[in-house]
């Protein structure tokens, strides 16, 4: 079964590596870049599945050998099977994880809002936090950003603030960040040195190409309307606010931070398309939902999903119980540490529905 699908795999690299040689592949831009990250995220896998091969291989000859006459050939043959029976199991299980299915989502970029939640000033102070925090996170990942929407606190940070993300594997890495995040600390405003906790959310969306939106213009309503401009600055004069009802499920999606109506469209259709795209996932996976909660999560802001504890140098991620003391290094955009945290968690258990369902 498990070399079935191998040799699956390797007859389609070998198919992208022909495709990729095609002229009509070279000479469409967007098709080539497709297939070119198909095949290069294809390339490890393969010389992981080589290795395998040639493990194989050598256990075939290995066998063969326990047949001869000679004593010192059949113990040589012997030791060398030891070996080689090791290197299939740890192989194997490499070979497990590797072959967990990516989220299909995950190589796209983002729009990720961060909004002040309850604790007045402090929130709003907070959330500028977690903006300053992620945006070190994106400059040392090479990412590049775009802030589509601010509104500022009256005491510093946001009270909303909306960026897009631009990179590689975005939403792979952020997709874990949708819920509360609350902190636990003396605000500068504090007299007493008492700590007190604020709240702020984050949203994050994987970002649509237009081809890739899988609804229909005549299953859309749209609606324009006036919106203040970026920051609440502008006079209402024009109708930049957009909102997009897909007439079949009734939802609704809508955007009035861009600072153009064009834009406010692109921003309202991704997340209708993500509203969409998530209620077609459930009624999928509607048989497996009493048997397990996505670690990421609904994305609901009421999710409390981390706490950043400032006098014990604390960060704790409440959905896979783990807890770091390294809050002064995470809030200079130190995430590594949580986010594979969070990624081992989540193929953990992808592998045991891998396993369940074969």
Same mark, same amino acid.
């Given at each position: 079964?498990?070399?079935?699908?191998? @040799?699956?795999? %390797?007859?389609?690299?070998?198919?992208?590596?022909?495709?990729?040689?095609?002229?009509?592949?070279?000479?469409? +831009?967007?098709?080539?870049? %497709?297939?070119?990250?198909?095949?290069?995220?294809?390339?490890?896998?393969?010389?992981?599945?080589?290795?395998?091969?040639?493990?194989?291989?050598?256990?075939?000859?290995?066998?063969?050998?326990?047949?001869? #006459?000679?004593?010192?050939? @059949?113990?040589?043959?012997?030791?060398?099977?030891?070996?080689?029976?090791?290197?299939?199991?740890?192989?194997?299980?490499?070979?497990?994880?590797?072959? +967990?299915?990516?989220?299909?989502?995950?190589?796209?970029?983002?729009?990720?809002?961060? @909004?002040?939640?309850?604790?007045?000033?402090?929130?709003?102070?907070?959330?500028?936090?977690?903006?300053?925090?992620?945006?070190?996170?994106?400059? #040392?990942?090479?990412?590049?950003?775009?802030?589509?929407?601010?509104?500022?606190?009256?005491?510093?940070?946001?009270? %909303?603030?909306?960026?897009?993300?631009?990179?590689?594997?975005?939403?792979?890495?952020?997709?874990?960040?949708?819920?509360?995040?609350?902190?636990?600390?003396?605000?500068?405003?504090?007299?007493?040195? @008492?700590?007190?906790?604020?709240?702020?959310?984050?949203?994050?969306?994987?970002?649509?190409?237009?081809?890739? +939106?899988?609804?229909?213009?005549?299953?859309?309503?749209?609606?324009?309307?006036?919106?203040?401009?970026?920051?609440?600055?502008?006079?209402?004069?024009?109708?930049?606010?957009?909102?997009?009802?897909?007439?079949?499920?009734?939802?609704?999606?809508?955007?009035?931070?861009?600072?153009?109506?064009?834009?406010?469209?692109?921003?309202?259709?991704?997340?209708?398309?993500?509203?969409?795209?998530?209620?077609?996932?459930?009624?999928?996976?509607?048989?497996?939902?009493?048997?397990?909660?996505?670690?990421?999560?609904?994305?609901?802001?009421?999710?409390?999903?981390?706490?950043?504890?400032?006098?014990?140098?604390?960060?704790?991620?409440?959905?896979?119980?783990?807890?770091?003391?390294?809050?002064?290094?995470?809030?200079?955009?130190?995430?590594?540490?949580?986010?594979? #945290?969070?990624?081992?968690?989540?193929?953990?258990?992808?592998?045991?529905?891998?396993?369940?369902?074969?």
């Amino acid at each position: 079964m498990m070399i079935d699908r191998l @040799r699956a795999i %390797k007859n389609k690299h070998q198919d992208l590596e022909v495709r990729l040689s095609d002229p009509e592949v070279t000479g469409d +831009i967007k098709l080539f870049s %497709k297939l070119h990250k198909e095949y290069k995220d294809l390339t490890e896998l393969v010389q992981v599945i080589d290795q395998y091969e040639l493990i194989l291989s050598n256990i075939d000859s290995s066998t063969a050998m326990l047949k001869e #006459a000679d004593q010192e050939m @059949r113990e040589m043959a012997q030791e060398e099977l030891y070996d080689l029976k090791k290197q299939k199991e740890d192989i194997e299980d490499k070979l497990k994880w590797m072959l +967990i299915p990516k989220d299909p989502d995950d190589d796209k970029d983002v729009i990720m809002e961060i @909004r002040s939640g309850t604790g007045g000033d402090e929130a709003s102070i907070f959330a500028g936090d977690l903006f300053r925090m992620y945006t070190k996170y994106f400059d #040392a990942k090479g990412w590049k950003y775009e802030i589509e929407y601010a509104n500022e606190g009256t005491a510093g940070g946001y009270n %909303k603030v909306i960026l897009e993300i631009f990179g590689e594997d975005v939403f792979g890495f952020l997709k874990f960040e949708s819920g509360a995040h609350r902190v636990q600390r003396v605000p500068k405003t504090e007299t007493q040195g @008492r700590v007190h906790t604020s709240a702020a959310t984050v949203a994050v969306l994987p970002k649509f190409e237009l081809e890739e +939106i899988n609804i229909r213009k005549d299953e859309l309503r749209v609606d324009t309307f006036r919106s203040s401009g970026a920051g609440g600055q502008h006079v209402n004069k024009t109708e930049s606010g957009v909102r997009f009802t897909h007439i079949p499920t009734g939802i609704v999606a809508e955007s009035t931070d861009g600072r153009s109506q064009i834009k406010n469209r692109e921003i309202a259709l991704n997340r209708l398309a993500a509203k969409v795209n998530e209620a077609q996932r459930e009624a999928v996976t509607s048989a497996y939902a009493s048997h397990r909660k996505s670690l990421v999560g609904s994305g609901d802001r009421s999710d409390k999903i981390r706490t950043y504890n400032y006098p014990q140098n604390r960060v704790t991620d409440h959905r896979i119980n783990l807890t770091l003391y390294n809050l002064d290094r995470i809030v200079l955009g130190d995430l590594d540490g949580i986010f594979d #945290a969070l990624k081992l968690a989540e193929n953990t258990e992808r592998l045991k529905e891998m396993v369940a369902d074969e």
